[in-house]
């Protein structure tokens, strides 16, 4: 992943504070806030892993699932990036 597809993934999913970048990304939300559709999801993801852990389930098992899906989202968000960055420079592209 380019490092501004890493910039935008980071600041959408909460990981980056809107103070670092430029004037013009300012307006970009964090999907993880509070009440917004993502932010709720986790809260059951994180409510579900307490559940796991609490019946015995090991950590270590756990992080390599959260890890492994956020190593593919890291890489869908990145393909995303390049493709819509793709289209809006070159808009005949079909990719």
Known sequence: MN???EILYDLINGF???CF???ELQDIPDLFSPDLPCGNELDIIYQKRADL???GVSESDLDVIFD???RIMREIGGKMYSLGTQ???YP???Y
């Open 16 to 18: 980056l504070s809107s």
């Open 3 to 5: 490092q501004n597809a």
């Open 92 to 94: 005949s592209n079909p």
């Open 53 to 55: 852990l609490s019946e």
């Open 68 to 70: 492994g899906f956020e």
């Open 21 to 23: 970048l430029p004037d």
């Open 87 to 89: 289209h809006m420079v």
